[in-house]
């Protein structure tokens, strides 16, 4: 591999090279990625199985727990919220104007 000297570039092509060489690293690694696959499918099928027989189908399901709304703004039923994260402007407002969360809840 060649030296490279950096220190002639100015900013602007340091940030060009920057981005370009994060984009050839991610090309290659999905490349590596559909070659591992490839052989894991070619193992699976010389085996007389298909890979999803051996790893199970992928739901499509997020990991990611979902919380059920439990606040709704009254003034536009489209906008609610589940207690957890941050608070939305319309709740912000509503602590100001000395509401309470009791008068959001859903029943």
């Keep these: ?21 994060a984009a050839a690293i991610q090309n290659y690694e999905a490349r590596r990625r559909q070659d ?3 052989a894991a499918e070619a193992a699976a099928k010389s085996a007389g199985y298909s ?11 997020s990991t990611k727990s979902i919380n059920p709304p439990k606040y709704r703004n009254p003034d ?4 609610t ?11 912000k407002d509503a602590l100001a104007a000395n509401k309470s969360l009791d008068d959001f809840l859903i029943a």
């Design 36 to 38: 591992a696959l490839a």
């Design 51 to 61: 890979l999803k027989d051996l790893v199970g189908a992928p739901t499509g399901k």
């Design 76 to 79: 536009d039923e489209t906008q």
């Design 1 to 21: 591999m060649s030296d490279f000297d950096l220190s002639d570039l100015n900013l602007d092509e340091l940030k060009k090279l920057h981005k370009e060489t």
């Design 81 to 91: 919220w589940s207690g957890r994260g941050r608070q939305p402007q319309w709740i």
